[in-house]
C-alpha cells in the first residue's frame, strides 16, 4: 500500500492509549500519508505524544487539532511553541475567537503550517447553536464565520460537509476545507449530526477529509483506508 500523492484522508488517531496510537499511525500513515491527533490524545501525552506519533509515520502529513481559542497574546504563543517544534501540516483556533486572535496566530505559525479556523462543531445541529446564542440559521452562521476567517488571512476552515458549496462559493477555490463528519456508506453517524460519505464531500469541492472510527474501528485499519481511498478513486474516474 502507498500515500496518497496529496493526502485526501487525514485519520484520526482518537485514543487516549499511545500504543494504540503508535500503532495505527505505523500501520495507517503509510497509507492515508496524514494524521491527525486531537486534544484527548495530546492531553494525555503531551508532545511527547506528538513526537510518538511523528517518529511511527515520519513520511505523513500531521495535523495538530487543539482548536485555540483565548487571547491573542496566549493564542499566538501556543501556535509559535507547536510550529517550531512539530511544524505540523495543520493547525487550527477557534473562528470564535475573532480577527485579531486569528491574525495573531496566523502571524505565529512557520511558512510550512497552514492555519484553519474552526466555524461551527459538527456535533452542533441549529438547535444547539441556538441555545449557546447564535442567532443567524446554522449554514449562515457557518459562512460568515468562513468569510471572517479568509478575512483574517487563515489558509481555511474545518466544517461540516453540509456546508462546503456555500462557502466554496464565498470564499472561493484557494481556500482549503477541512472536513469531518465523514462517514462511508454504510457506516453509523456516531456523535456527528451533520455527515457526508467521502465521495460526496470530495464532490462538493472539500480539500481534505477527516475520518476516525470507520477506520481506526477497522479490524483491519490499514485495509479499511485503502478500501475508502480506492473508492474515492472509482468515483472520481467514473
Given at each position: 500500500m502507498s500515500a496518497a500523492s496529496s493526502p485526501m484522508i487525514f485519520c484520526a488517531l482518537d485514543t487516549p492509549d499511545l500504543a494504540q496510537a503508535k500503532a495505527w499511525a505505523e500501520t495507517i500513515g503509510p497509507v492515508t500519508g496524514a494524521l491527525k491527533v486531537g486534544m484527548e490524545f495530546v492531553n494525555a501525552y503531551g508532545p511527547h505524544g506528538i513526537e510518538t506519533v511523528q517518529n511511527a509515520a515520519p513520511d505523513a502529513e500531521l495535523f495538530i487539532d487543539l482548536k485555540y481559542h483565548d487571547i491573542p497574546n496566549t493564542v499566538a504563543g501556543a501556535v509559535r511553541a507547536v510550529c517550531q517544534r512539530?511544524?505540523?501540516a495543520y493547525l487550527n483556533?477557534?473562528?470564535a475567537g475573532g480577527i485579531e486572535m486569528m491574525q495573531a496566530a496566523k502571524d505565529a505559525c512557520t511558512p510550512q503550517t497552514k492555519l484553519l479556523a474552526v466555524t461551527i462543531l459538527t456535533s452542533l445541529n441549529q438547535e444547539a447553536i441556538r441555545t449557546v446564542g447564535y442567532e443567524h440559521p446554522l449554514t449562515e452562521q457557518v459562512t460568515r464565520m468562513a468569510k471572517l476567517t479568509q478575512d483574517s488571512g487563515l489558509d481555511g476552515v474545518v466544517c461540516s460537509a453540509l456546508e462546503i458549496e456555500p462557502i466554496r462559493a464565498?470564499?472561493?477555490n484557494d481556500f482549503d476545507l477541512m472536513v469531518p463528519g465523514i462517514r462511508p456508506a454504510g457506516s453509523q453517524s456516531?456523535?456527528?449530526?451533520r455527515v457526508m460519505t467521502p465521495e460526496e464531500a470530495l464532490g462538493k469541492g472539500a480539500t481534505h477529509l477527516v475520518i476516525g472510527?470507520?477506520?481506526?474501528?477497522?479490524?483491519d485499519?490499514?485495509?479499511a483506508a485503502q478500501d475508502i481511498l480506492e473508492s474515492i478513486r472509482k468515483d472520481a474516474a467514473a
Amino acid at each position: 500500500m502507498s500515500a496518497a500523492s496529496s493526502p485526501m484522508i487525514f485519520c484520526a488517531l482518537d485514543t487516549p492509549d499511545l500504543a494504540q496510537a503508535k500503532a495505527w499511525a505505523e500501520t495507517i500513515g503509510p497509507v492515508t500519508g496524514a494524521l491527525k491527533v486531537g486534544m484527548e490524545f495530546v492531553n494525555a501525552y503531551g508532545p511527547h505524544g506528538i513526537e510518538t506519533v511523528q517518529n511511527a509515520a515520519p513520511d505523513a502529513e500531521l495535523f495538530i487539532d487543539l482548536k485555540y481559542h483565548d487571547i491573542p497574546n496566549t493564542v499566538a504563543g501556543a501556535v509559535r511553541a507547536v510550529c517550531q517544534r512539530f511544524a505540523p501540516a495543520y493547525l487550527n483556533v477557534h473562528a470564535a475567537g475573532g480577527i485579531e486572535m486569528m491574525q495573531a496566530a496566523k502571524d505565529a505559525c512557520t511558512p510550512q503550517t497552514k492555519l484553519l479556523a474552526v466555524t461551527i462543531l459538527t456535533s452542533l445541529n441549529q438547535e444547539a447553536i441556538r441555545t449557546v446564542g447564535y442567532e443567524h440559521p446554522l449554514t449562515e452562521q457557518v459562512t460568515r464565520m468562513a468569510k471572517l476567517t479568509q478575512d483574517s488571512g487563515l489558509d481555511g476552515v474545518v466544517c461540516s460537509a453540509l456546508e462546503i458549496e456555500p462557502i466554496r462559493a464565498l470564499c472561493g477555490n484557494d481556500f482549503d476545507l477541512m472536513v469531518p463528519g465523514i462517514r462511508p456508506a454504510g457506516s453509523q453517524s456516531q456523535d456527528q449530526k451533520r455527515v457526508m460519505t467521502p465521495e460526496e464531500a470530495l464532490g462538493k469541492g472539500a480539500t481534505h477529509l477527516v475520518i476516525g472510527r470507520p477506520i481506526t474501528g477497522a479490524a483491519d485499519p490499514a485495509q479499511a483506508a485503502q478500501d475508502i481511498l480506492e473508492s474515492i478513486r472509482k468515483d472520481a474516474a467514473a
